[in-house]
């Protein structure tokens, strides 16, 4: 057995042992509001099949999402807890499929503590994994990953016949990803700089491309044909113009992931109060200053550094137009920028320990384990508030409304 193959092992295994410490206390957690309207959907869904192809979530077209939520509501019914558990299995897959992807650009090392950094839920996004309904990130961030794998095998394959075969596998997973949710289109980027570095022309890098752009294309013109999606947005000019404030916003909260507590801003007055309503203040600021750093790290940095930076910021821009500018930003949705941050995480910090004496690695080992044990206390802050936030009166009542014609009388 080769060592990815065993890192590949150790990292599936530490995965899923992370992932169940950090998010089995969501296994009991009610549905959320953000439920509600999947669920509205799937139960007539069950004598119209036809329901599937409608819009559930206006304006996006995300087919395979809808019928993965439908096929779970079929297995599980309302118990709610079944929901959070395969989100959570489907999270564990997503950690080895990164620490996968990741094993060329980053080696080994870097690779499997991304894949474990993932897996454990950073505070930024473990809502992501905690609300039933999510899985249109959880599933395109799947295929947006294997589609890197495949893309990455189809140009290191020796035989045309086999590059070919690879690269429609590849553009399948695409399709899938795109099925899924609309912010899989950004897979594009990440695959290209993934291809670069093992091109034999750059013929061959264009010709694979050139199969994503088709897709994409096709996959544009449906949105145009239908007025669903990009095509709704692109008409709205004030997601244009908000689209650099809110990547900037969103990437400060990925790195700092405080946000403003409704039950913390009550009591204002108090000192941390204070702090936490002036952070949330100078984002735009703090993101200036993180685009910054990380333009410095592009310019000084490896060409692994360079490609994890460009396809961040790929998967950001989605984010910016997707949400429109009255929406609130909702860091569930950064569950697939999460993947290059983890990995930039986990880049930055084997270089840092590289170049450290023993004094300066023991300190950045306690940093590391604070950080991670802060992580932890963010994602059972989600696990609390989305379990408030399901037994709110309210969501119960419309809960049992719908759950009433279908369960049986006791």
Known sequence: MNQRLLLLGAVACGALFCALFVFQPGFDNNFVPEDVPLLEDAIPAHGASGILATRWIEPFNRPLSQLAFWCEFRLFGFDSGRYVMTNTLIHVVNAVLLAWLLVGPL???AAAVAGLLFALGL????????????????????????????????????LPQQRAGWMTIAGGLYALALASKETGIMAMVMVGGLLWPHRRSLGSVIRKISVLVTICIAYLAFQFVGSSGIAQVVRDPGAWLALPLRALRLATYMTIPVMPDPQLMAAGETLLGRGVALLDQVRPVLGLVILALAALWFVRGSGAARWLLISYLGFLLPFGLIHLPEEPIDLQHAYLPATCFCGLMAYGLRALWMRSGRGRQVLLSILVFVGLAADVMLVRRLEWTAQTLGENPENRARIEALSSPILPPP
């Open 107 to 109: 080696g080994l090392q």
């Open 123 to 158: 505070g930024f996004y473990g809502k992501a994994v905690l609300t039933a309904s999510n899985v249109p990130d959880l599933l395109a961030t799947t295929f947006a990953l294997a589609t890197g794998i495949v893309a990455r095998q189809s140009q290191l394959a020796r």
